[in-house]
């Protein structure tokens, strides 16, 4: 194997262009691969793992009146939270960080509880009456609202007095369950996690077990900001799936190229290896490592700048979200690509390589002729 390894690295160091040039493409092509992988998976991974740390809403339903009973009991229900007044409150154009319009409010004791722990990433609860916590994403910029007041129209003026995020968008903002009575609630929340969940249709059937006579305009499945969270993601995919697709195919292309020029060029090489003793699945073994170098340094720097690549752009799909989503590449990503890649440029090598094999060690020679200088390096 050690004679095998001193060939190939000799005809690679012969070779530099065409193993500079491959390793160039193999790289690209793994960049796009690892991106393309790594926002595949964010199109459900981060935010079930998130909705999950939170103990999300499967459904948030709100009701003219508190129901009776709650649904706590029926054996479709895995946990419920509530009922939580709520109101929507119209907020004057002040010129301050709330912008004016119509705000959905809910009165909440806490950010905890069985259903929906909201994330309470800056300040603290809204406790007393003039307090109010703002529902934005968790970034710095944000935090500039800390202490700006809310004027509601025929309201009173509250203080933002906290910053929280809520996977399940339960509210635009959360109020003491006492202050809530001053802003007119028009009805009562309830948040409801259910065993069978996967589809709208289980969704609808556990409701219609706890809520039989609530339309479904009056409450919000869980998947509707699923599909709307992994919607900006699947806009980049076909860009990036095609990017490296091509850039794959270009290997492939290279190295078939690459291979079958260095057996044509190298048919007395051929002939004189087999006659000093090597098999010809040496012989085959020593073409094959000559693209594999070059792949496997491109594969390996295309996966450390592809994960650099991937982080930017994966906040980007998330950036805005009204709720604090970790993302990244998982490692499954990184080994299927380490994997995948080389396999694919020692697939395309092992067709023309395979020339070699069949090759007999007389005919190469004889075919080969006397080598003239620098002959093989202008054939490839």
């Given at each position: 194997?050690?004679?095998?390894?001193?060939?190939?690295?000799?005809?690679?160091?012969?070779?530099?262009?065409?193993?500079?040039?491959?390793?160039?493409v193999v790289l690209c092509s793994t960049v796009a691969?690892?991106?393309?992988?790594?926002?595949?998976?964010?199109?459900?991974?981060?935010?079930?793992?998130?909705?999950?740390?939170?103990?999300?809403?499967?459904?948030?339903?709100?009701?003219?009146?508190?129901?009776?009973?709650?649904?706590?009991?029926?054996?479709?229900?895995?946990?419920?939270?509530?009922?939580?007044?709520?109101?929507?409150?119209?907020?004057?154009?002040?010129?301050?960080?709330?912008?004016?319009?119509?705000?959905?409010?809910?009165?909440?004791?806490?950010p905890g509880g069985p259903v929906d722990r909201v994330?309470?990433?800056?300040?603290?609860?809204?406790?007393?009456?003039?307090?109010?916590?703002?529902?934005?994403?968790?970034?710095?910029?944000?935090?500039?609202?800390?202490?700006?007041?809310?004027?509601?129209?025929?309201?009173?003026?509250?203080?933002?007095?906290?910053?929280?995020?809520?996977?399940?968008?339960?509210?635009?903002?959360?109020?003491?369950?006492?202050?809530?009575?001053?802003?007119?609630?028009?009805?009562?929340?309830?948040?409801?996690?259910?065993?069978?969940?996967?589809?709208?249709?289980?969704?609808?059937?556990?409701?219609?077990?706890?809520?039989?006579?609530?339309?479904?305009?009056?409450?919000?499945?869980?998947?509707?900001?699923?599909?709307?969270?992994?919607?900006?993601?699947?806009?980049?995919?076909?860009?990036?799936?095609?990017?490296?697709?091509?850039?794959?195919?270009?290997?492939?292309?290279?190295?078939?190229?690459?291979?079958?020029?260095?057996?044509?060029?190298?048919?007395?090489?051929?002939?004189?290896?087999?006659?000093?003793?090597?098999?010809?699945?040496?012989?085959?073994?020593?073409?094959?490592?000559?693209?594999?170098?070059?792949?496997?340094?491109?594969?390996?720097?295309?996966?450390?700048?592809?994960?650099?690549?991937?982080?930017?752009?994966?906040?980007?799909?998330?950036?805005?979200?009204?709720?604090?989503?970790?993302?990244?590449?998982?490692?499954?990503?990184?080994?299927?690509?380490?994997?995948?890649v080389p396999a694919v440029v020692v697939s395309a090598?092992?067709?023309?390589?395979?020339?070699?094999?069949?090759?007999?060690?007389?005919?190469?020679?004889?075919?080969?002729?006397?080598?003239?200088?620098?002959?093989?390096?202008?054939?490839?």
């Amino acid at each position: 194997m050690s004679a095998v390894w001193r060939v190939a690295v000799g005809a690679v160091r012969r070779r530099r262009f065409n193993s500079v040039v491959l390793g160039v493409v193999v790289l690209c092509s793994t960049v796009a691969v690892v991106v393309a992988l790594g926002l595949l998976e964010t199109t459900s991974a981060p935010f079930d793992r998130t909705f999950d740390q939170q103990r999300g809403a499967h459904v948030v339903a709100v009701y003219d009146e508190s129901p009776a009973g709650q649904g706590v009991r029926r054996p479709v229900v895995e946990a419920v939270a509530g009922p939580f007044g709520q109101a929507v409150a119209t907020v004057a154009d002040t010129g301050e960080g709330v912008p004016p319009g119509p705000l959905t409010v809910v009165g909440r004791a806490g950010p905890g509880g069985p259903v929906d722990r909201v994330n309470l990433w800056a300040g603290h609860w809204a406790t007393g009456p003039g307090q109010i916590v703002v529902n934005r994403p968790p970034e710095p910029f944000f935090r500039d609202l800390l202490g700006t007041t809310v004027t509601v129209k025929d309201g009173p003026r509250l203080t933002v007095v906290g910053l929280a995020s809520s996977v399940s968008r339960t509210a635009e903002a959360w109020v003491a369950p006492a202050q809530i009575r001053a802003l007119h609630p028009v009805g009562v929340q309830m948040l409801y996690r259910f065993r069978s969940h996967d589809t709208e249709a289980d969704l609808r059937a556990a409701m219609a077990a706890v809520a039989p006579g609530l339309p479904e305009s009056d409450w919000q499945s869980y998947l509707m900001v699923k599909h709307d969270v992994a919607r900006t993601a699947t806009a980049y995919l076909p860009f990036l799936i095609g990017f490296g697709v091509l850039g794959l195919t270009v290997a492939v292309l290279i190295v078939a190229n690459v291979v079958s020029g260095a057996v044509v060029a190298g048919t007395r090489h051929i002939g004189v290896l087999k006659s000093v003793g090597f098999t010809p699945a040496q012989v085959v073994a020593v073409y094959l490592v000559m693209v594999l170098l070059p792949a496997l340094a491109g594969c390996l720097l295309g996966v450390t700048l592809g994960g650099l690549a991937a982080q930017p752009l994966l906040g980007l799909v998330y950036q805005g979200l009204e709720a604090e989503v970790g993302v990244g590449v998982s490692p499954w990503v990184y080994a299927v690509t380490l994997a995948g890649v080389p396999a694919v440029v020692v697939s395309a090598a092992l067709v023309p390589a395979s020339r070699a094999y069949r090759l007999p060690a007389a005919e190469a020679i004889k075919t080969g002729g006397s080598p003239r200088p620098g002959r093989g390096r202008r054939v490839q």
